[in-house]
């Protein structure tokens, strides 16, 4: 019987609770509403915090709290705010503020994994609220390694933010595939960053100004033409304009500096596809494996020539491979769907396309296809 | 540089006074216990036992989180420890309340600065000079170095020059001043830290000739500038600057080493629009036009470029096309007297009296307390406070 009380206790005072908590639930949430339109933050926040204290549901709260921590910069403060919210129709732009304060708090992994999440629950948020987020998770995944898909990002809100400082620079990272942040680069970057940065933010405007991209792009390269990624950046540009021998060139170049350069060997064996010289793409693309094993790219150029060869089997080991590796890859999908309608695989190479289709819908949600800064202009369709 | 010691010890000197004011105001509602960790912690702080100090300050905020004096100290000292992840958000609980506090800002800022996060570091940099730094002219200097630098970074260099000249201006010559001034001479966006070693006799010299100009040691300058452009002939930007040097005294040099310059940075709009500065003077219509052109195209939202636009139509009677060149300069940079002076005039021209009074209202408010200077502006000719000719 004695065990009882406690609990009998606690029913009691939940109830009495429950009935005092309405009022004074709302008396709080309607000062808050009025400290914080009253700009009155300090305040604001602290009574926000009492509401949601008083009411965890409290999807509103929790929303303004966070936003007036974030408006603080009180970014370790602000992201638990936000965190309750994943789970309400603030969810969107939640996720996107998530990424935010993890990236302000120095958590970049779980910073990156928000910005996922943010893009899979459909990019909401303001138009300032997705340029911001987009932005920082493109930096993130140039720290990632993912350095195509940042370019994709940032090319994506460069015409509408024109020439920004933070912007060339990001896209600098990105562009001289340079596994850093804007905070935390060695400072003897600073200049190959600047110059990179500016030709890419030229190439992506709109209109593109490859004039001006070129202007920069050359002084990149008199400057630190020995280094590594420069020609291979030179070349990308050169290849997004359309001037494919320009393109050939530098790639050879970034070989003669890295020989195990990857993606200068994707490049040339994708220049080769077009030009039909299988022998030497194969080679490339056989090297660029070598070289990098996990470049879902190297195994999908070698798929596309093995392809174009006839060899069904080792195209479609190849394009598995590159499937396994960048299973968002419409190229890839594009191309096993080719395969297995080939091999007579008609189930499969549906499945293929519905998967494609689906990708390039994502990817038209994304950003258009067209601004892909470095993908080459005869395969953009 | 200046010594960021010797910057805390200014910092907690002279908030004393205002402390003192906040703590009054809360005195009612103090409990013991955090009075007694407060005197704890200050009496640490003045026996120099820093670490101790900390551990007390942040004892003393978790009884009081919104104790502005343990807010400040606390910030202050982590600061001064190089502490400065620690020191920022500490900081930012501060100025959540007290964000009228101009020291605050500026050690925010300047922690933001070590920290790398540059962009919230000039912001919150300038929003230290906005709510002033009282008489702390270690401070002030501190200060108004850090935005001058991160200004040139962010590629707001005619701004950069603004301050330096500023700060030139106010005292005897600072060595430190020579890399940020030839940095924002020369419109290279990197901070000193961060100058390539090979280029950093090119921007020592173009900083020396900068400085020499900008404390109006003539010779000395046209020295420095003939210096420069015959060690860097082919750099960009030693061209511009050497022509934005020559424009007034030699105008007929001046146009020549603008056009050098295209001839090097060819999609440089702002060499265009100093040439078509030079070329409307000159009575060149035509060209100047022609230049303005181009470099509207090539920074369209560039207030300097339609201002040049519209004056050079104007002066070739085709006054209503340059007014609308020229309303969209004003509506770019509200701030250009020099737009308002052009329109004030080419409204009268045409007969639109109130137009034309409504701009000269403008330009009174513009010069309202500041006499205009007559110094010679190295960068966009929307910084060249003189009125046009």
Same mark, same amino acid.
């Given at each position: 019987?004695?065990?009882?009380?406690?609990?009998?206790?606690i029913?009691?005072?939940m109830?009495?609770?429950?009935?005092?908590?309405?009022s004074?639930?709302?008396?709080?949430?309607?000062?808050?509403e009025?400290?914080?339109?009253?700009d009155?933050?300090?305040?604001?926040?602290r009574?926000?915090r009492?509401?949601?204290?008083?009411?965890?549901?409290?999807?509103?709260?929790?929303?303004?709290?966070?936003?007036?921590?974030?408006?603080?910069?009180?970014f370790?403060?602000?992201?638990p705010?936000?965190?309750?919210?994943?789970?309400?129709?603030h969810?969107?732009?939640?996720?996107?503020f998530?990424?935010?304060c993890?990236?302000?708090?120095?958590?970049?992994?779980?910073a990156?994994?928000?910005?996922?999440?943010?893009?899979?629950?459909?990019?909401?948020?303001?138009?300032?609220l997705?340029?911001?987020?987009?932005?920082h998770?493109?930096?993130?995944?140039?720290?990632?390694?993912?350095?195509?898909e940042s370019?994709?990002?940032?090319?994506?809100?460069?015409?509408?933010?024109?020439?920004?400082?933070? +912007?060339?620079? #990001?896209m600098?990272? &990105? =562009? *001289?595939?340079?596994?850093?942040?804007?905070?935390?680069?060695? /400072? $003897?970057?600073?200049?190959?960053?600047?110059?990179?940065?500016?030709?890419?933010?030229?190439?992506?405007?709109?209109p593109?100004?490859?004039?001006r991209?070129?202007?920069?792009a050359?002084?990149?390269?008199?400057?630190?033409?020995?280094?590594?990624?420069?020609?291979?950046?030179?070349?990308t540009?050169?290849?997004?304009?359309?001037?494919?021998?320009e393109?050939?060139?530098e790639?050879?170049?970034?070989?003669?500096?890295?020989p195990?350069?990857?993606?200068?060997?994707?490049?040339?064996?994708?220049?080769?596809?077009?030009?039909?010289?299988?022998?030497?793409?194969?080679e490339l693309?056989?090297?660029?494996?070598?070289?990098?094993?996990?470049?879902?790219?190297?195994?999908?150029?070698?798929g596309?020539?093995? +392809?174009?060869? #006839?060899?069904?089997? &080792? =195209? *479609?080991?190849e394009?598995e491979?590159?499937k396994?590796?960048? /299973? $968002?890859?419409?190229?890839?999908?594009?191309?096993?769907?080719?395969?297995?309608t080939?091999?007579g695989?008609?189930?499969?190479?549906?499945?293929?396309s519905?998967?494609?289709?689906?990708?390039?819908?994502k990817?038209?949600?994304?950003?258009?296809?067209k601004?892909?800064l470095g993908?080459?202009?005869?395969?953009?369709? | 540089?200046?010594?960021?010691?010797?910057?805390?010890?200014?910092?907690?000197?002279?908030?004393?006074?205002w402390?003192?004011?906040?703590s009054q105001?809360?005195?009612?509602?103090?409990?013991?216990?955090?009075?007694?960790?407060?005197?704890?912690?200050?009496?640490?702080?003045?026996?120099?036992?820093?670490?101790?100090?900390v551990?007390?300050?942040?004892?003393?905020?978790q009884?009081?989180p919104e104790s502005e004096?343990a807010?400040?100290?606390l910030?202050?000292?982590?600061?001064?420890?190089?502490?400065?992840?620690?020191?920022?958000?500490?900081?930012?609980?501060?100025?959540?309340?007290?964000?009228?506090?101009?020291?605050g800002?500026?050690?925010?800022?300047?922690?933001?600065?070590?920290?790398?996060?540059?962009?919230?570091?000039?912001?919150?940099?300038?929003?230290?000079?906005?709510?002033?730094?009282?008489d702390?002219?270690?401070?002030m200097?501190?200060?108004?170095?850090?935005?001058?630098?991160?200004?040139t970074?962010?590629?707001?260099?005619?701004d950069?020059?603004?301050?330096?000249?500023?700060?030139?201006a106010?005292?005897?010559?600072?060595?430190?001043?020579?890399?940020?001034?030839?940095?924002?001479?020369?419109?290279l966006?990197?901070?000193p830290?961060?100058?390539?070693?090979?280029?950093?006799?090119?921007?020592?010299?173009?900083?020396?000739?900068?400085?020499?100009?900008?404390?109006?040691r003539?010779?000395?300058?046209?020295?420095?500038?003939k210096r420069?452009v015959a060690?860097?002939?082919?750099?960009?930007?030693?061209?511009f600057?050497?022509?934005a040097?020559?424009?007034?005294?030699?105008?007929?040099?001046?146009?020549?080493?603008?056009?050098?310059?295209?001839?090097i940075?060819p999609?440089?709009?702002?060499?265009?629009?100093r040439?078509?500065?030079?070329l409307?003077?000159a009575?060149?219509?035509?060209?100047?036009?022609?230049?303005?052109?181009?470099?509207?195209?090539?920074?369209?939202?560039?207030a300097?470029?339609?201002?040049?636009?519209?004056?050079?139509?104007?002066?070739?009677?085709?006054?209503?096309?340059?007014?609308?060149?020229l309303?969209?300069?004003?509506?770019?940079?509200?701030?250009?007297?020099?737009?308002h002076?052009?329109?004030?005039r080419?409204?009268?021209?045409?007969?639109?009296?109130?137009?034309?009074?409504?701009e000269?209202?403008?330009i009174?408010?513009i010069?309202?307390?500041?006499?205009?200077?007559?110094?010679?502006?190295l960068?966009?000719?929307?910084?060249?406070?003189?009125?046009?000719?």
């Open positions: 019987m004695s065990s009882l009380i406690p609990g009998l206790l029913s009691i005072s109830a009495a609770s429950a009935a005092t908590v309405p004074r639930f709302d008396s709080i949430a309607k000062q808050a009025l400290a914080r339109t009253q009155r933050v300090p305040e604001a926040i009574l926000y009492e509401g949601t204290q008083l009411r965890p549901s409290w999807a509103d709260g929790w929303w303004y709290l966070g936003s007036l921590l974030y408006d603080q910069d009180r370790s403060e602000a992201s705010a936000f965190q309750h919210l994943t789970n309400t129709s969810r969107g732009p939640a996720y996107a998530l990424g935010l993890e990236y302000e708090n120095g958590n970049y992994e779980v990156l994994r928000h910005f996922r999440a943010w893009a899979a629950a459909g990019w909401a948020g303001s138009p300032e997705v340029d911001v987020a987009v932005f998770f493109a930096l993130l995944l140039t720290r990632d390694g993912r350095f195509v370019l994709y990002l940032l090319a994506s809100i460069a015409p509408r933010l024109g020439d920004v400082p933070e +912007l060339s620079e #990001g600098g990272l &990105a =562009s *001289l595939r340079l596994h850093y942040l804007p905070e935390d680069y060695p /400072p $003897e970057l600073r200049e190959q960053i600047w110059l990179a940065g500016k030709s890419a933010l030229y190439a992506a405007q709109s593109r100004d490859f004039a991209a070129h202007e920069f050359s002084r990149l390269e008199k400057r630190y033409s020995h280094k590594p990624d420069v020609h291979y950046f030179c070349g540009l050169y290849t997004f304009e359309g001037n494919t021998a393109a050939e060139r790639y050879r170049e970034e070989l003669a500096i890295s195990h350069h990857a993606p200068s060997m994707i490049a040339l064996a994708t220049i080769d596809l077009d030009k039909a010289n299988r022998v030497e793409a194969g693309a056989r090297s660029a494996i070598d070289a990098d094993p996990s470049n879902p790219e190297a195994h999908h150029t070698l596309r020539v093995l +392809l174009e060869n #006839g060899d069904l089997h &080792a =195209s *479609l080991t394009l491979t590159a396994r590796l960048a /299973p $968002e890859s419409a190229g890839v999908r594009a191309h096993l769907a080719m395969v297995y080939r091999l695989r008609t189930q499969e190479a549906k499945s293929e519905a998967a494609l289709l689906a990708l390039k819908n990817e038209e949600v994304m950003a258009p296809a601004v892909k993908e080459p202009k005869e395969r953009a369709h | 540089m200046i010594c960021r010691v010797l910057l805390i010890a200014c910092l907690c000197a002279g908030f004393g006074p402390l003192a004011a906040a105001n809360n005195a009612a509602s103090t409990q013991q216990r955090f009075d007694q960790l407060l005197q704890s912690a200050q009496k640490a702080r003045e026996e120099n036992h820093d670490d101790e100090a551990q007390l300050f942040r004892r003393a905020l009884q009081r004096e807010l400040w100290y910030g202050s000292m982590l600061y001064e420890k190089e502490q400065f992840a620690a020191a920022r958000d500490v900081l930012r609980s501060f100025l959540t309340l007290r964000s009228d506090a101009g020291p800002w500026a050690l925010l800022g300047m922690s933001e600065f070590q920290l790398r996060a540059y962009p919230r570091a000039l912001q919150h940099l300038q929003r230290a000079m906005t709510q002033g730094m009282g702390r002219k270690e401070l200097d501190s200060v108004f170095y850090h935005v001058a630098i991160l200004l970074r962010f590629e707001r260099y005619d950069s020059m603004d301050i330096l000249q500023k700060m030139l106010s005292g005897s010559p600072d060595p430190t001043l020579v890399e940020p001034a030839g940095l924002a001479g020369l419109r966006p990197y901070l830290a961060e100058i390539p070693p090979d280029q950093r006799e090119l921007i020592t010299l173009s900083g020396k000739a900068v400085v020499a100009l900008q404390m109006q003539q010779e000395e300058a046209d020295a420095e500038f420069l060690t860097y002939p082919n750099e960009p930007g030693v061209h600057l050497r022509a040097f020559l424009s007034e005294m030699h105008p007929e040099e001046a146009m020549r080493e603008f056009e050098r310059e295209l001839t940075s999609s440089s709009a702002i060499a265009r629009i040439l078509a500065q030079q409307i003077t009575g060149e219509f035509d060209r100047a036009l022609s230049l303005a052109q181009q470099a509207i195209q090539l920074d369209p939202k560039r300097s470029a339609h201002m040049m636009a519209g004056e050079a139509l104007v002066a070739k009677g085709d006054v209503a096309n340059g007014i609308k060149e309303e969209i300069a004003r509506g770019d940079d509200p701030s250009i007297g020099r737009v002076w052009d329109l004030l080419a409204y009268a021209a045409s007969g639109r009296k109130d137009e034309a009074s409504r000269k209202t403008e009174e408010k010069y309202h307390g500041t006499s205009p200077s007559h110094s010679q502006s960068g966009d000719s929307s910084h060249d406070s003189q009125r046009p000719q």
